[in-house]
């Protein structure tokens, strides 16, 4: 504590940091009437019944101050103008990449009491969201080959008189400076250009390599369908003889079906009378009468007729309808009319043959 020339105690001088970082520098409880000294800052005094003072070198101003009483808590919040500066990543179209800019906002309270209840302690931190979010509108027009243009809009959206009340709701005035890094997203174009055609030409050779693949491996494939199936799944077993189970599984289940389509197509030819059962020997007899017997609780209407490749036989040609009024036709005379003499009976039908001549 120093003294001044009368040898009385001299409070000294409160001054602010040059780097400070918002406008709430601290808060206290006064435990007897407040005096306020201090030039650089304002103090903002809170009573119990909700009243508040605002003071500084130059007044005070109150509301609802009671008439009794201290107050419970006093504020000191700083005045001038200040300056608070950090970098921003504004995305480009279509959010491809980002813009680095630095940002530099000029800021000084207009309402104390108002900076004091919302504690501004961080300009940056606080208003570093409502930047950003008002800036992506315009960055996000432009792709990161035209900077210089996205620059210039930013420049423009400043000075067009929208950006007034920023900042307003935390009791401060503000000034906002935004500087595109031109140089950096020169170098980020050029840098994603140079990376595009690389990649270009690695993906080119990468599709020369695949269409000489296939090329080569064509007449091996065409030999492999044009053996049959024995052969390819001889060729999947030796490439892979893990697969040895699955595969051993597969012709199974294509026997069995290869069978059991053979044998509905022998039932239905029966069924239809095309083959009869005398034509077929007793184990395949055996077989079909199996089927049936099983199949009937699934078809109560029978097997239905399953899809093969070998050919239907022709039906027998159906025999011409005869009319029911239609007169009988008699029988066919015998090849062989020649008469024959069997002892007497013929030479008696003989002699009434002449008689009914004459």
């Given at each position: 504590m120093t003294y001044n020339q009368w040898g009385q105690p001299q409070h000294e001088e409160f001054i602010l940091p040059h780097d400070l970082r918002g406008p709430f520098v601290r808060e206290f409880a006064s435990q007897a009437a407040y005096r306020h000294r201090n030039s650089q800052v304002a103090s903002v005094l809170f009573y119990r019944n909700g009243g508040h003072s605002v003071i500084t070198v130059r007044g005070a101003e109150h509301v609802n101050k009671p008439l009794m009483g201290r107050p419970t808590s006093v504020c000191w919040i700083a005045r001038g103008r200040h300056q608070a500066s950090f970098q921003l990543e504004l995305p480009t179209y279509g959010d491809r990449s980002t813009f680095k800019a630095g940002a530099d906002v000029h800021w000084e309270v207009r309402d104390f009491y108002l900076a004091a209840e919302k504690r501004v302690v961080d300009v940056e931190r606080m208003l570093r969201p409502p930047l950003e979010a008002r800036l992506r509108g315009v960055s996000r027009r432009y792709g990161l080959d035209s900077a210089q243009q996205v620059d210039e809009a930013i420049q423009n959206e400043l000075a067009s008189g929208r950006w007034n009340?920023?900042?307003?709701?935390?009791?401060?005035?503000?000034?906002v400076y935004?500087?595109?890094?031109?140089?950096?997203a020169a170098a980020e174009h050029q840098a994603q250009m140079v990376a595009v055609e690389k990649g270009s030409k690695v993906q080119e050779a990468i599709d020369v390599a695949h269409?000489?693949?296939?090329?080569?491996?064509?007449?091996?494939?065409?030999?492999?369908?044009?053996a049959g199936e024995t052969v390819q799944y001889a060729t999947m077993l030796a490439q892979d003889p893990s697969r040895a189970h699955e595969i051993l599984a597969v012709l199974q289940q294509q026997a069995r079906e290869q069978r059991q389509g053979a044998l509905d197509y022998l039932t239905n030819l029966i069924n239809q009378g095309v083959v009869q059962r005398h034509q077929i020997d007793d184990q395949v007899q055996a077989l079909i009468d199996y089927s049936r017997t099983v199949a009937t609780g699934v078809f109560p209407?029978?097997?239905?007729q399953a899809p093969t490749s070998l050919p239907i036989p022709p039906m027998p040609p159906a025999l011409p309808l005869i009319p029911s009024d239609a007169p009988p036709v008699p029988p066919a005379r015998p090849a062989d009319t020649t008469d024959f003499v069997l002892g007497e009976g013929a030479g008696t039908q003989n002699d009434?043959?002449?008689g009914a001549r004459e």
């Open positions: 009340d920023f900042g307003v709701d935390l009791g401060l005035a503000t000034q935004i500087r595109i890094d031109l140089g950096r269409k000489a693949r296939i090329a080569a491996n064509l007449d091996d494939a065409q030999r492999l369908i044009g209407a029978g097997l239905p009434s043959g002449a």
